[in-house]
């Protein structure tokens, strides 16, 4: 527990001297809980075995909640909504966790097991899962991220793997369901963003929703733009969220370097920008975590840049890792530089 508190603490204080203003705090990885949960099974990424309550006691969301509050930040709930297994594992599954207590929700899927977003009751269960999180917590904002359908995986024979939601899709078809395939799943992800977004607020109208879907919508969009379709592949029509306005703040992950032309960051930006008839905050994700690797600190600087000349309310750092670590020297750059002014949150 101390060495977990210290960790929590240390990030925090980092967000105070880098001058951010909102910490984005991963609280579900894969229907396990980094929180006292009567709902799902305490996270083996906690205490190394899933469903292994924390000795002495502690609840990681309450403190992080009480601690970013006592340094004037804002603390926003993160989760995964229907992944259910990753492939990097600590432990077997708990007797409570989904895979075993819910197992006909459960669709194997390359290396990972997946919620199926096509089972209405298993997408009740991870609203269900949200709004507690929000009902019971002083959280400032709840926050989804891209995993609804998961990321296409390929097999042996390196040929795309469809993912095995016939039976459901079947179910769907008999009681009258008249959407093809495609259509159905973006329904089925369309009808949780919505479910979502109205809850929250139901539950606590002050939560800022945030959701950060793939960079690109669609290859083409705007012209010149390559990579892959989350529309077709993804089953993820986040244009539409944003255009009938399922959010409070959207958060496009464009994680490319600015050398990128067939993702270029402004073009991405501007697209997005153009889309955002509902005037929610625009907030690109950053790939910081690539510092060093396929970037340099520049890229992350000038890309702020771009942001703040192009209208953006602010900018997301994927990971807190590459802040903490100091990467590029990005840490020390901000304030001295491009945040030398603490800002507040804009409103909504």
Known sequence: MARH?????????MAVTTRL??????????ADALYASTLEPWSEYLTGRMGQAPNPPWDPLQFACDE??????ELHAWINPFRARYYKTLSNPSADHVVRRNPGWILP???????????????????KVALDIVGRYDVDGFHVDDYFYPYPQRNVDGEWMNFPDA???????????SLNLGDWRRDNVNEFVQSLYAGVHRVKPWVKVGIS????????????????????????????????GWCDYFAPQLYWPLDRREQSFQGLLTWWEQENTRGRLMTP??????IG???????????????????????????????????????????????SESALVPAT
């Open 285 to 290: 994700g950053l790939n910081s975590a690539k």
């Open 167 to 177: 039976g459901s899709y079947s179910r769907y078809r008999s009681r009258g369901g």
């Open 213 to 244: 879907p793939f960079g690109i919508w669609r290859p083409g969009y705007p012209p010149g733009i390559k990579g892959l379709d989350q529309y077709l592949m993804l089953y993820s029509d986040a244009r539409r969220w944003l255009n009938e």
């Open 68 to 73: 970013a509050h006592a340094r004037g930040l």
């Open 293 to 339: 690797d396929d970037r340099q600190v520049g890229d992350t600087l000038n890309q702020i840049g771009i942001a703040r000349r192009g209208g953006a309310e602010g900018e997301i750092f994927w990971n807190a890792s590459s802040l903490m670590r100091n990467r590029g020297g990005l840490a020390s750059r901000l304030p001295a530089g491009l945040f």
């Open 21 to 30: 203003n909102v910490v984005i705090l991963q609280v579900r990885p894969s």
């Open 5 to 13: 508190q210290a960790d929590l603490r240390a990030l925090l204080d």
């Open 109 to 127: 899927y390359g290396n990972l097991l997946w919620v199926d977003p096509g089972n209405p009751e298993a997408r009740e269960h991870v609203l």
